[in-house]
């Protein structure tokens, strides 16, 4: 069966039979799978193209830019992000013998958020805009040097965006009165993007299950826990964490 994933106890009884001419049951190679230590569980998807040489040298690169930290300097965390005005199939609490039914929205309306998490503090500072381009990404730059007009140097941790490559970007990034660096993640690495996890919070909890019949009601949701994240942080702490993993292929 070599690494392909067994998506059923049929084929495990198939193959048995196959090599080995001993029958089972269904019931009895899924009692058998348990003695052996194997759940069943959802795969775990990962980027086909990631670099794990790459990864581990940013993980290194990090650390110590971490520790030669100034206190007039910050490590903020960069991405956009695009919910859809639509609710998600998610697990939940029920009754044995019943459905949660949950109404889902026919439009594909959606938001753009850029987001700037400082991992520390877990403080956010985000922009809803029409769209995330060249423009708004200088306007998000703005309002982080704004918020941050104390410090000395913010080191920005982003994607590969194309927006973040944008020649107008270059060029503001480049003025000598710009106090923001833009460190770039290897390709293919969600997994080193703290602010990744906050979606993830704001996908699961926020947007979650729950049905909002205009767009303007999810748009308000979502612009409250973007606006009010202290009211979050003794479940985001936990959520986030404060260690990036590395993705073994």
Known sequence: MNDEAITDCQRVVSYIK??????????????????????????????????????????KEYRQLK??????????????VHPTHNTRSLKCWVKKGVNKQIKANTG????????ALNVEDLDLISRLSSTLNAQTTIEFFDQIQAKYAHL??????????RYYKNKDV?????????????????PYSPNLNYIE???????????????RQKFKEFEEDI???????????????????????????
């Open 152 to 161: 000395t140097q913010i080191f920005c941790i982003a994607d590969n965006a």
């Open 67 to 80: 520790k030669d930290l100034k206190e007039t300097e910050k490590i903020l965390f960069l991405d956009g």
């Open 108 to 115: 594909r309306d959606r938001l753009n958020i850029h987001g």
């Open 197 to 211: 996890r906050m979606w993830k919070f704001l996908k699961k909890y926020i947007i979650g299950v729950k049905y």
């Open 18 to 59: 196959e090599n080995f001419g001993v029958s089972y049951t269904i019931d009895g190679v899924t009692k058998l799978l348990h003695r052996l230590d194997f759940v069943y569980k959802y795969t775990v998807i990962i980027p086909a193209n990631l670099d794990i040489i790459k990864q581990k040298q940013f993980l």
């Open 170 to 186: 270059k060029a503001y990034l480049n003025n000598p009165a710009c106090k923001l660096k833009l460190i770039f993640l290897p």
């Open 223 to 249: 612009s409250y826990f973007l606006n009010n994240i202290e009211e979050y942080k003794n479940e985001l702490k936990p959520f986030i964490g404060t260690k990036l993993h590395l993705i073994e292929a």
